[in-house]
């Protein structure tokens, strides 16, 4: 009889670690969950912030890309009129002052 006992006690000692067990394992599942939600907002804020700094580079760059050809007209132009006297070169670049 004595064995039974000792089987009985064995077997709640058993439930007992794992129940502790699972407690353990839940906190820790628990904890996972809600540290990866918090990176996953702090990594969807960060993406988003990135996608709209690359959307106004891109837009700068479709905007270089439009009066790329014509500044370096306007600035071949400019330094063959370098030479020229002072009155014709202020004529010319006011237009920059504007």
């Known amino acids: ?33 809600r540290e990866t939600g ?12 990135v996608q709209s700094m690359l959307e106004e580079v891109v837009a700068y760059w479709r905007r270089w890309n439009t009066l790329a050809d014509e500044f370096e007209s306007w600035l071949d132009r400019a330094y063959g009129l370098l030479d020229l006297p002072e009155e014709d070169k202020m004529e010319y670049f006011q237009v920059l002052c504007q």
Do not use: A, P
């Open 1 to 33: 009889m004595l064995y039974g006992v000792e089987i009985f006690y064995f077997l709640h000692i058993v439930k007992y670690v794992t129940l502790i067990s699972d407690q353990r394992e839940s906190i820790n599942i628990d904890r996972f969950m």
């Open 38 to 49: 918090e990176r996953w907002k702090n990594v969807s804020m960060e993406l988003r912030c």
